[in-house]
Nanobody, 124 residues
Framework: QVQLVESGGGAVQTGGSLRLSCAAS????????MAWFRQAPGTEREFVST????????MYADSVKGRFTISRDNDKNTVDLQMDNLKPEDTAVYYC?????????????????WGQGTQVTVSS
């Protein structure tokens, strides 16, 4: 069974930075596209960023473009999300997800393994 474990969440003030990391493990691990989604209380889970298996394709939600940077290390089976210039509206639980395929997608239905999530709180 594949396990995705997120780390790096926390509480920061507006304008601060955090770096989220997701480590994938499990004997059935299949390299694929990886993504970050987030969910704030009372809202639906929303797409944040995705990176294809090769790293050639990267996508960001408009709300985080220019502030967040996704990267991956296929040798270590990790994917990171560098979050800069954080805003209160970035407050949410952030989830790492592994895709069904190598290609990147901003649709949650394209991902079949999810981590437990890590809380990010940005205060004004």
């Amino acid at each position: 069974q594949v396990q995705l474990v997120e780390s790096g969440g926390g509480a920061v003030q507006t304008g601060g930075s955090l770096r989220l990391s997701c480590a994938a493990s499990g004997y059935t691990f299949r390299p694929a596209a990886m993504a970050w989604f987030r969910q704030a209380p009372g809202t639906e889970r929303e797409f944040v960023s995705t990176i294809s298996l090769s790293g050639a394709t990267i996508m960001y939600a408009d709300s985080v473009k220019g502030r967040f940077t996704i990267s991956r290390d296929n040798d270590k089976n990790t994917v990171d999300l560098q979050m800069d210039n954080l805003k209160p509206e970035d407050t949410a639980v952030y989830y790492c997800a592994r895709g069904r395929w190598a290609s990147a997608s901003d649709l949650w239905t394209a991902y079949d393994d999810w981590g437990q999530g890590t809380q990010v709180t940005v205060s004004s």
